[in-house]
């Protein structure tokens, strides 16, 4: 989680770091932190939402990644609640099966 969070911040806002969906759609992380949680799920498993409206995703070693800023493919950027009150993810399932 923290590499992905160093690396997010590194490449942003160019070239960008993303995340692409099975269906070949990208998202552009923008910002994230290493959030305190710990999980068992599978790398890459959509957590749930935080209470500052940031996306939970699993990582390796047990680690959260709190993604706070993002921008979908031809959108503006938006921040993790905003762009969640237009889909319905679903806990447990992979985030790149969602986008």
Do not use: N, W
Not at 22 to 36: F, T, V
């Amino acid at each position: 989680a923290r590499d992905l969070k160093q690396q997010i911040h590194a490449f942003s806002p160019f070239p960008g770091a993303f995340i692409t969906g099975d269906s070949g759609k990208r998202l552009k992380c923008l910002s994230a932190k290493a959030d305190p949680q710990t999980h068992q799920e599978e790398a890459g498993t959509y957590l749930g939402q935080s209470d500052e409206g940031a996306l939970l995703i699993a990582c390796g070693e047990g680690k959260v990644l709190s993604i706070e800023t993002l921008q979908p493919a031809g959108k503006k950027p938006m921040s993790a609640a905003e762009f969640l009150r237009g889909r319905q993810l679903v806990h447990g399932q992979s985030l790149s099966a969602q986008i």
